[in-house]
């Protein structure tokens, strides 16, 4: 894959299988910085580009014995809905994922909404710390990027990106959207490598927004990533990379 350095992480550029193996190759990596570790944190995300690499690992057979012996699974935003709606971030990868993998209960961890959103935030942090640790967040925090530069649940003109008061997760009722669950700024630069994967043409003009337009991350979302950079990794196929790689 071609390899480019920018502000805001390392961009790497191929096929969408390139893209789809390096995920893997980039989070088997991740965990073997700490082999001893008693636990292994993997935050996915939602969209069709997931789903798509969901069917791909299970088909492909390709995540290792020891990444599916030891990971605990998490989403990095969800929408406030039960697991079981077509419409839950966690609820797409137990299906597509994890439940055909055969991981145990015990190793997923989907936000609860068994309590009003704000509360949920709080709980999932408090229910995650001995996984990933009070000080830190994921060790592999998947993101998606939208047409409008957002990812996670970080929207233009989020209050979030303003100020999240230091907390690690956040619940914000997005206009339109409803009630989202998000990992935030502050938990974004305490999780270990963050990988954006962003595909096809659709991509092109956000993603040439975030790494060549004006620095204003509460239009450009994305661009909050500049402040952990050296832990961000852009999986980008030539479609998505297309106006980038001409700036």
Known sequence: MKELSTSYGRVMIGTKEDCFRTA???AEGQR???PNAPHFTWALTGG???KEW???CVAK????PGMLARTHWFVSDERYVRIDSHESNFGTADRLLLKPLAIPSERKHPW???VPPAMTAVEFGRMGAPWFGRDRTFDVCFLGMG???HTASLFPGSPLLRDDGGNYFAAID?????????ITPSGLNAAGLIVVMALGASKAESLYRVHAGEYHPQHVPSQILRGCAQNVVWLVDEAAAAKFLLK
């Open 112 to 114: 609860s909404t068994n």
């Open 24 to 26: 893997v190759f980039l």
């Open 61 to 64: 057979d390709a995540l290792s």
């Open 147 to 149: 047409d409008d530069c």
């Open 54 to 56: 969901y069917q791909w």
């Open 174 to 182: 997005v206009p339109e959207k409803g009630w989202r669950l998000t």
């Open 32 to 34: 073997g910085r700490a």
């Open 48 to 50: 069709s580009t997931p």
